[in-house]
């Protein structure tokens, strides 16, 4: 039997997840990535996400403000609706507990995009006491 992943090891397994699943399901990886697991939750935090079509689907709207951010904003909500089985499964594969909820956000003006997942509980982690 395995030995349980630590904290660290848990947040780097999602973050991979993550980024597997929007270069596949959204087209793009992230050019940054962080995850953070508090007790049952996981914040995954990515930047450089935008793909060049939304990218400019935007400016030519005025720095992200307009129809082409709201836009933008609709079709991201309705991509991670539609890749939400597969996005859970991967990160409740990583994470080692089943997601429950999952909230997502984006930002037309910085290209940041942020996840809160909640799951089911705690994943097992290692004990951080030094040995």
Known sequence: MRAAKSQGEIEAAVCD???????????????????????????VHLEGVLTAAEQRLIDGNGAGNGKGAELLKQLRSHLVLAGRQLLERLVGEAAGASPVTLHHDISPVTGEEVLVITLAAPPPCRDRRRR
């Open 17 to 43: 997840a993550v980024s597997r699943f929007q270069q596949e399901f959204m087209g793009r990886g992230p050019r940054t990535i962080h995850a953070h697991l508090i007790e049952n939750r996981l914040f």
